[in-house]
């Protein structure tokens, strides 16, 4: 059986790479992003994380 990291970072890996060549990941490194602009990031990030936790609740 796979581990659901392991298919996670090969099911995302285009889409990560991609993600560390985004405009908002360049300005976040180099301190430019606003706060407001990370607050509405790390919101946008529940959706996710709620959906791996969601996942992980119904295969324990």
Not at 36 to 54: C, H, N
Request: charged share 20%.
């Amino acid at each position: 059986m796979t581990l659901l990291a392991v298919d996670l970072k090969e099911g995302t890996k285009t889409v990560h790479a991609e993600a560390e060549r985004s405009k908002f990941v360049k300005y976040f490194f180099k301190g430019e992003v606003t706060p407001a602009t990370y607050g509405r990031f790390l919101i946008s990030l529940y959706q996710v994380y709620s959906s791996i936790f969601d996942v992980y609740i119904s295969a324990v």
